[in-house]
């Protein structure tokens, strides 16, 4: 695998979500997702799984759930821990981690690239992204997107990749 990247949105204080739902509703961003992860595997932990109503087309999904009898409610794989889910995309040129906050921590060290959309805004969470060390990250590409009829919140694409 050539490529290993983190895709997160998060609020000025690293939020990601509450009670397994989305703090915001940043219709650019969902299209800069599915852009972007479109024709990849995606990794992610099972509440993330549970927090999609359906499959995501044209995604081929992996779920991390240390329950060796889980099972989810769509077809998909599961694996018991991130170096499994690795382990089945080792042939991919790109594979993407879309979270949970525990995933996100994991892979931080082993992830090649980090795609974040940083929202300019305080946010009630229960689930947070790890800090970005800039000592090991280096930011690449920043794409601001302010606030319009659509957008609640003034948001800024992110693209790190590692030093």
């Not at 998909?76 to 921590?105: H, R």
């Not at 090991?136 to 919140?153: G, L, N, Q, S, T």
Request: aromatic share 10%; proline share 6%.
């Amino acid at each position: 695998m050539n490529q290993l990247i983190i895709i997160a949105a998060a609020g000025e204080n690293n939020e990601l979500g509450i009670n397994n739902d989305l703090p915001w509703h940043l219709p650019d961003d969902f299209k800069r997702f599915k852009q972007l992860t479109s024709g990849h595997k995606i990794i992610m932990g099972r509440k993330t799984l549970e927090s999609f109503p359906k499959a995501l087309p044209n995604r081929g999904h992996i779920a991390i759930t240390r329950d060796k009898k889980y099972v989810p409610k769509f077809p998909c794989s599961i694996v018991n821990s991130l170096q499994e889910a690795i382990d089945l995309v080792k042939d991919n040129p790109v594979a993407y981690i879309i979270g949970g906050g525990e995933i996100y921590k994991q892979a931080m060290e082993i992830a090649t690239h980090i795609e974040l959309t940083r929202i300019h805004g305080t946010f009630n969470a229960d689930t947070f992204f790890p800090e970005i060390d800039t000592e090991k990250w280096e930011m690449i590409k920043e794409v601001f997107h302010p606030r319009d009829e659509k957008h609640a919140f003034n948001f800024t694409y992110q693209t790190f990749t590692r030093k």
